[in-house]
């Protein structure tokens, strides 16, 4: 049995470590914070959310440079030509530990073959007033190599929902959707203070996050916060046309950093571990009031 389902107070949370170590569920008194999985698709698109490990975003036509070597992933998101979010929200995740409020779910990537070699936990503690996830990365591999982490949450009610949060950019991307400008946000994608999500077509990494976010549903009473530590400072934000999701997306890189990083650009959040170095940090999501 690999799903879990941990309760603190009027809170909830459902992960489940072979299906990509995603969340399934995250509720408060019935009401569902994250879009609940359906029970029976097995698209991870279809999950609350997934891990993002060990990069997020599209890497663009599956290569990137680094260190003057090129290195070549699997492309995973056909029709695409990319490699995306990398490999954790599509392999299972072993269970380390787990009780009535938390459970911890481990990732090795490090066969011989393999681009990045990694370990990669998931803590989730349920407290009565919030869920905090942290999330670790241990480079296994011989040599220097770089790195990302985040989590890719659904939220539903996308007709009723506000956003709230304070970015100072955006990624403009390609054709093919992989970020190549940054450009300070222009108003009709500006959500610093309580935009209707329906407002907003998105599919976009914004940069300078402040680390703090809000979703109201006014008409349910209901508000989440979203807060994360300084690791996470980019934010992911989806809004697809004429879909009844959307996704606000703690991240600690933008997509296609691993490229972007060599090229010289500053801030893609990308870190480049050493052979045993870790990176880790934690995200928070506390359900409120609505405004």
């Known amino acids: ?5 941990l309760r603190a107070g009027e809170l909830e949370l459902v992960v489940d ?3 990509g170590g995603s969340i399934m569920a995250f509720r408060q008194r019935g009401f569902d914070l994250m879009r609940p999985w359906d029970g029976v698709s097995e698209d991870p698109r279809t999950y609350a959310s997934f891990p993002l490990v060990p990069f997020s975003g599209r890497v663009d036509h599956a290569r990137f440079r680094f260190e003057g070597r090129s290195y070549a992933l699997a492309p995973n998101f056909p029709p695409e030509p990319h ?5 954790g929200w599509t392999s299972p995740w072993q269970t380390i530990a787990a009780d009535r409020a938390s459970a911890e779910l481990e990732l090795v990537h490090d066969a011989p073959g393999d681009v990045l070699r990694y370990r990669a936990t998931q803590l989730f503690w349920l ?3 919030h869920l905090e996830i942290a999330m670790s990365l241990t480079n296994r591999g011989p040599e220097p190599m770089p790195f990302g982490l985040g ?3 659904y939220f539903g009610d996308r007709d009723q929902a506000r956003l709230s949060a304070g970015v100072s950019g955006v990624w403009l991307p390609d054709d093919l959707n992989v970020p190549k400008q940054l450009e300070p946000v222009p108003p009709l994608w500006a959500f610093a203070r309580d935009r209707p999500v329906d407002e907003l077509v998105l599919d976009h990494v914004f940069q300078g996050w402040d680390g703090k976010a809000r979703i109201d549903w006014p ?4 508000a989440l916060l979203i807060e994360a530590d300084e690791l996470y400072r980019h934010l992911v934000v989806y809004v697809p046309p004429g879909q009844p999701f959307f996704c606000v997306e703690p991240v600690s890189m933008i997509g296609d950093g691993f490229n972007l990083l060599t ?4 801030g893609t959040g990308v870190r480049v571990l050493a052979p045993g170095e870790s990176m880790r940090g934690s995200m928070y999501f506390r359900p409120a009031q609505a405004a």
């Open 151 to 153: 989590h890719h949450p």
């Open 219 to 222: 008409e349910a009473g209901r």
């Open 127 to 129: 407290y009565p007033d």
């Open 1 to 5: 049995m690999t799903q879990q389902t």
């Open 263 to 266: 090229d010289g650009v500053e």
């Open 17 to 19: 470590g072979a299906r």
């Open 83 to 87: 490699a995306i979010h990398g490999d």
